[in-house]
């Protein structure tokens, strides 16, 4: 695995827009179409586009630098430190009883505890692992099953439950570290992130979205498409919309705990033409009572 | 988790010969099988906290020696302790 840095020849405090430089002008120079025939190029390029698929994201060049993703961005599990093995239930060859031994030889009710934890800790059962997970928004809300890179090259799948919110954490039984004895395996714990869209905000099991509306659907009303996370639907368009008005799409949000899903809230947003149109200036200026309209006559100035 | 000899010196960033060292002092006891010797996540932890001594700490052999005791003592006190707790 090579450092995605040395790859792109930048140093690793460099600015963002430093590693697009640098690798626009190694993509460009070993671009496989522009060196046909020539198989260390191609290599060369598959490397130099992964270490920029890496460094090109802020979010995943963060967890890149934080050590929690390897240069080929499999999930590294957080740094651990010694502690966390020895005074883990997991037996170990480390383990010292020098310092209580002595108690242990006694007759009493306390050296009988002792002597049944030695026995116990034997069968242990072994660690949970911690692992982070990035879904996109659409996902959280359908639900969807997703691969796991493991640090140790092997795969997890997971299954993403249907309206699951962001820093929900997943236990998968049985999938963490190997127990002692008859103890059985530790349990994986996954946190998932919810990757924002940026057209839906969620609220609770509700789904909300700004939708940009032409004047003549505003005006005269009409069927359009509106984007929601599991595909797009028609909606109709009222004669007469405003900007602002809210309209709902019963049954489009995320699932809800009993059972039936949220609803998606559309707010309208009327958007004129890109280009100043003389058709419409010239409708407007002969337009007598739109020029009697007065929005701001109930004091909102 | 284990890893050969090769993997867990990358892992833990050490010399070949430092290793035969610690593991000559028994500050490093992996696991001996029939393929050979066995490094787990564990080991890589440990041999970590001991060049964090040793390097950055500037703890010296015996320093390392005693701390190393001290501290398995510590966890299986701890260990002991975190049963009874439960036991009770």
């Known amino acids: ?301 | 988790m284990t890893m050969d000899k090769q993997d867990f010196l990358s892992r833990a960033g050490l010399q070949v010969q430092t290793l035969e060292l610690w593991l000559e002092q028994r500050w490093l006891i992996p696991e001996q099988t029939s393929a050979g010797t066995n490094f787990s996540d564990m080991d890589v932890a440990r041999a970590r906290l001991i060049r964090d001594l040793k390097d950055d700490f500037g703890v010296n052999d015996a320093g390392v020696d005693v701390i190393l005791h001290l501290l398995d003592q510590l966890h299986g006190l701890r260990r002991a302790f975190d049963q009874l707790h439960r036991d009770i």
């Open chain 1, 1 to 301: 695995m090579t450092n995605p840095y040395e790859v792109l020849g930048v140093a690793p405090t460099a600015a963002s827009a430093d590693i697009q430089k640098a690798y626009r002008k190694l993509a460009k120079k070993l671009h496989p179409d522009l060196n046909p025939g020539d198989k260390a190029a191609e290599e060369k390029f598959k490397e130099v586009t992964a270490a920029y698929d890496l460094l090109g994201d802020a979010e995943k060049r963060k967890r890149f630098d934080a050590g929690e993703i390897d240069a080929t961005g499999a999930e590294r599990p957080q740094q651990r430190f010694y502690r966390d093995y020895a005074t883990s239930d997991h037996a170990h060859p480390y383990t010292s009883d020098s310092g209580y031994a002595d108690f242990m030889d006694a007759d009493d009710a306390l050296a009988e505890l002792l002597r049944r934890s030695e026995r116990a800790r034997a069968n242990r059962r072994g660690q949970d692992l911690h692992y982070r997970l990035p879904i996109d928004f659409a996902e959280s809300i359908t639900g969807a099953n997703k691969r796991l890179t493991l640090p140790d090259g092997g795969t997890l799948d997971v299954t993403i439950p249907p309206g699951l919110v962001d820093g929900q954490i997943l236990r998968l039984r049985g999938k963490g570290a190997p127990g002692a004895g008859t103890g059985g395996p530790g349990d994986a714990l996954i946190e998932v992130e919810v990757e924002p869209d940026p057209r839906f905000t969620r609220e609770g099991d509700d789904i909300s979205l700004e939708l940009p509306i032409s004047l003549s659907e505003a005006v005269l009303g009409g069927r359009i498409r509106v984007p929601t996370p599991t595909g797009a639907v028609t909606m109709t368009v009222p004669k007469g919309s405003n900007t602002g008005t809210m309209m709902r799409l019963k049954g489009k949000g995320a699932p809800r705990d009993g059972g039936g899903h949220g609803d998606q809230f559309v707010k309208l947003k009327v958007v004129l033409p890109k280009s100043p149109d003389p058709e419409l200036e010239a409708f407007v200026s002969n337009w007598e009572k739109g020029k009697a309209f007065d929005p701001r006559e109930d004091g909102a100035s």
